[in-house]
Structures are given as structure tokens and as C-alpha cells.
């Protein structure tokens, strides 16, 4: 059962960048995508980047689409998200998952906990 363990984020202000990274309990397979959600006080889960382990294609939502780099590093097991041009919008707490598609923000893998997930606050 593939864990994960965040670090990163905390206080920026708006128009600033910040790095998210999270690190894998053990190697994903190929087929597994890896990324990054984002859920607001009341708000469900959303999806904000994935990429897929093997190949590293990634996907990225549009609201952070054009300001964001998700890569991977497959010596380590670790997934970064490099955030730019930081907006009030993007104040959330942002999780790390593992699924078999793009849906791990509401079906990651079987067996899979959350972890705390880390805060963001982009002040104005």
C-alpha cells in the first residue's frame, strides 16, 4: 500500500511562487498518476495536477493551468508541484494521492490514507 508524505507550502503573497513536494513510500508503477488536491473549508476535494509515473505526462486543472510545473523524480519516489503567480484563490489545503487515473483526488488506489495535507495561504 503506496503512502505519501507532504512538505512545502505555508505563507506567500499574492504573485509569489511556492513548492509543494511529496514523497512516496515506495515505488508507484507505471501506470499510477500521483499529483496534487486542493479542498476548502466545505468545499469537496478538487483536482489540481497529476503525472503519470511512467512516461511523466502530466495534467494540470485550468485554474492553475500556464503558472504550474508538477514533476517527478523517479530515483527518490517524490512528486513536486512548483506554484506561480500565487493567487488569494488558491488559499487551500493541498493533498497528495496516488490513483490508477486521473480521479485519484476521489479514488486513489485501494488502501490509500490521507495524509494531513499541507495549508496554503496566499495573502493580498
Known amino acids: 500500500q503506496l503512502q505519501v508524505a507532504e512538505s512545502g507550502g505555508g505563507l506567500v503573497q499574492a504573485g509569489g511562487s511556492l513548492r509543494l513536494s511529496c514523497a512516496a513510500s515506495?515505488?508507484?508503477?507505471?501506470?499510477?498518476?500521483l499529483g496534487w488536491c486542493r479542498q476548502g473549508p466545505g468545499n469537496t476535494r478538487e483536482f489540481v495536477s497529476g503525472?503519470?509515473?511512467?512516461?511523466?505526462?502530466?495534467y494540470y486543472a485550468d485554474s492553475v493551468k500556464g503558472r504550474s510545473i508538477i514533476s517527478r523524480d523517479t530515483a527518490k519516489n517524490t512528486v513536486d508541484l512548483e506554484m506561480n503567480g500565487l493567487k488569494a484563490d488558491d488559499t487551500d489545503r493541498y493533498y497528495c494521492?496516488?490513483?490508477?487515473?486521473?480521479?485519484?483526488?476521489?479514488?486513489?488506489?485501494?488502501?490509500?490514507?490521507w495524509g494531513q495535507g499541507i495549508q496554503v495561504t496566499v495573502s493580498s
Open positions: 515506495g515505488r508507484p508503477y507505471s501506470s499510477h498518476v
Open positions: 494521492a496516488v490513483g490508477r487515473d486521473l480521479g485519484f483526488c476521489h479514488e486513489p488506489l485501494r488502501g490509500f490514507t
Open positions: 503525472i503519470r509515473w511512467g512516461g511523466g505526462r502530466t
